[in-house]
């Protein structure tokens, strides 16, 4: 399984920005769907997920501002992030849990760079 994110960029605070992570590679099924970001010099945190069966939860920094979603099959995650603010900026990663013959195997997309300035 293959992860390509994109949609990163440079937007002023209080702009809008959405980020998408489509999957290739056929042959899997999805399980939490999650992003996550890290900003330099600071641990990748976890910000938003979504379970295969659509249950949203996000970290409460995001929380009213950012939505994960994902089309129906599965094959493609979103984030829509709004009211962006500086501290925002990072480089954010999706992250796919593929479960077949009940074996979970994590993959990860690549980063897609988001910066906010002021």
């Known amino acids: 399984v293959q992860l390509q994110a994109s949609g990163g960029g440079l937007v002023q605070a209080g702009g809008s920005l959405r980020l998408s992570c489509e999957a290739s590679?056929?042959?899997?099924?999805?399980?939490?769907m999650r992003w996550f970001r890290q900003a330099p010099g600071k641990q990748r945190e976890l910000i938003a997920q979504?379970?295969?069966?659509?249950?949203?939860a996000y970290a409460g920094s995001v929380e009213g501002r950012f939505t994960i979603f994902t089309d129906s099959g599965k094959k493609s995650l979103s984030l829509e992030m709004n009211s962006l603010k500086p501290e925002d900026s990072a480089v954010y990663y999706c992250?796919?849990?593929?479960?077949?013959?009940?074996?979970?195997?994590?993959?990860w997309g690549q980063g897609t760079l988001v910066t906010v300035s002021s």
């Open positions: 992250n796919i849990d593929d479960i077949t013959d009940s074996i979970i195997r994590t993959y």
């Open positions: 979504i379970t295969r069966d659509d249950v949203t």
């Open positions: 590679g056929g042959g899997f099924s999805a399980g939490a």
